[in-house]
Every structure is written in C-alpha cells, then in structure tokens.
C-alpha cells in the first residue's frame, strides 16, 4: 500500500483550516477585543490552509516521482535491473 502519509494530515489541516476561515469571517467582530482587534481565526485559518496545501503538493508530488521510479527500467526484482523469476 503506498498511501504517504502527508496526503491525509494536509487534508485534514485544510479542512481545519477551512472551517476557521469560515468561522472568522462570519463571527461577531467583537469577540476579537481581547486580541486587539485582530481575527485570530481567520489568520490561523489561512496558515492552516496554507500548510494543508504544502503538504497535500508534497504528497502529490512524492507520489508521482513513486510511481515515474517504479516504472522506470530496471526498476524492482534483483539487482541486475530485470524482474525476479
């Protein structure tokens, strides 16, 4: 099974990240005067989906130099480069 495990944490933190965006543009602005006015979590929901999307194009483009590799000559069975029979 090649599941890399940057697929699902970047989908996870982009939904996290998604899900605050949308609570920090629609909440009451008054709730951010203990922060000094600053919306928290609409700059953390964008980090958040900032950093889910690194990770899901890492993940992609780990998988796609996997699968280039796999299919390359001389790729798997022994070391000579053939398949193992």
């Excluded at 602005?29 to 990770?55: D, E, K, T």
């Amino acid at each position: 099974m090649n599941l890399d495990i940057r697929l699902p944490i970047g989908l996870m933190f982009g939904l996290f990240g998604v899900m605050l965006v949308i609570f920090g543009l629609v909440s009451d602005p008054r709730i951010y005067a203990q922060s000094l006015g600053v919306n928290i979590n609409l700059w953390w929901g964008i980090a958040l989906c900032v950093f889910g999307a690194i990770m899901l194009w890492l993940g992609w483009r780990g998988g796609a130099r996997s699968r280039a590799s796999s299919h390359a000559p001389g790729a798997g069975g022994d070391e000579r480069g053939g398949d193992a029979h």
